[in-house]
Structure formats: C-alpha cells, structure tokens
C-alpha cells in the first residue's frame, strides 16, 4: 500500500506541463498540456463550470483592501472602484486612480495575471512548467516589454516565456490537425469581441518550400456580407 502510494506521488512530482495563456481586451483563458500529451484541457474559473473566460476587471476592496479579479470584481462593484479596459491602459503607460491612491495600470494588470495562473492545479507547480506561451491580438514591442515581468511574477525561468499572434496560433493549431484538413484552405470565424473577426488560411503548394498565409477581416455588422477596412496594426500574416 505504501509503495503504491509513493510510487503515485513519484509520477506527479515527474510530470511537466506545457501553458498556454491567451490575453485580449476583454478576457484571459488559460490552458495546460501535460508535457507527455497532446490533449491540452482550459481551465475553468471554477469547479464544475464551463466558464473558462476570465472578465478583465480588478477591484481593491475598500473594507480590508482585498484585490478581486474577474466576475468576483464586477459583482462587488459596490464594496470599491472598479477598474476596467486594464489591457489597453497598461499597454498605453497610463495611471488608475483608486480612491485616493494612484496606481500604474501595469502593475494592476500584472497582478490580475498573476491571480489568474493561481487558476493552476496545485499540482502545477512554477518548477513543472517547461513553457509558457501567451497568445495576443498584436504581440507589439511595449507589450512584451511589459509582459516580460511575468517569469519574475511567477518565479519561472524567463526562456520558457514565449509570444504569438492570434494569427500564428491559428496557423500552429493546423499544423496538428489531419492530413485531410491540411490539405484545404482553412476559414475561422472569432465571434468573442464586439465585431465578428475572420482567420482565413491559405496554403500554396506550388512553392517549395509550402508557403502559408492568414488573411484577418472584421465585420461591423454580423449580416454584412462586405468586410470593413483593415484597421491599424492589422495584416496578412505569412509563414
């Protein structure tokens, strides 16, 4: 019975865990692989839910001065200040003001991640972490200057800390899927944000080597069969 037990403890404490954590105005999702498998499970705000997006609010507390994060914020707006669209505001260098108190937008948003990956099984420990990768709508300089605070936060090793676009994401998805599917131009349709989003991946095989491309359009209106001009900062993305 004892060695039974060890010899489970002994195969936890081997297991490594690849993370991903995807971050946008809105929301943060976070996922976990075990390093062995190909069957990455998101994790759920809590147990027996299917709530695996975490709003992007934060809220200090007036009573103790207690910091809340996510749906738990917005529910006791009452109780403080409510502090919102913290992508945006830390990515800019802006302040909040809490109260009487002023505080680096940054610094707020960092510990919302940080609260975040506390999502974590226990048994996912910062030392079983063999990469961390972040998935974001644009992977400018300043934000991964900011989000290079990360590793320090979660006491990791800042190599295994690494950035991609959503467009990049959607490319390495399709990498893992069958021949069958590959062999076809891909159209994914995001429809989290206030505009429908679409991915469109194109392979030409008539290049050696392959090249890949993903076209990214918006529509203003959901019914609109006509997509509205590319933004700032959006483009095709080639691999």
């Known amino acids: 019975m004892i060695s039974d037990i060890k010899e489970v403890f002994d195969k936890i404490n081997k297991e ?37 997006n975490v709003p992007l609010y934060m809220l200090k507390r007036r009573t103790d001065g207690a910091w809340l994060f996510g749906k738990e914020a917005k529910e006791a707006e009452d109780d403080g200040v409510l502090t919102d669209n913290l992508f945006e505001k830390a990515r800019l260098g802006k302040t909040v003001r809490i109260d009487r108190e002023e505080y680096l937008a940054k610094d707020i948003f960092l510990l919302f991640l940080k609260k975040v990956l506390l999502i974590f099984p226990v048994m996912v420990t910062p030392d079983k972490i063999l990469s961390l990768t972040v ?3 644009d992977a400018d300089s300043d934000t991964i200057r900011m989000l290079m605070e990360l590793p320090g936060m979660l006491k990791i090793n800042p190599d295994i800390l690494h950035f991609v676009t959503y467009e990049e994401s959607f490319f390495y998805y399709m990498l893992y899927q069958s021949g069958e599917l590959q062999n076809h131009n891909i159209l994914l349709f995001d429809t989290s944000g206030e505009k429908l989003r679409s991915y469109s991946l194109m392979r030409n095989f008539f290049k050696n080597p392959g090249v890949a491309t993903v076209d990214v359009r918006e529509y203003v209106d959901f019914s609109s069969e006509a997509p509205v001009s590319y933004e700032k900062g959006e483009k095709d993305a080639l691999f």
Do not use: H, W
């Open 135 to 137: 998935t974001l709508k």
């Open 16 to 52: 490594r865990y690849v993370v991903g954590l995807d971050i946008n105005d809105s929301f943060a999702q976070i996922s976990v692989c075990k390093a062995d498998s190909d069957n990455p499970s998101t994790l759920a705000i809590m147990e027996n839910t299917e709530e695996y």
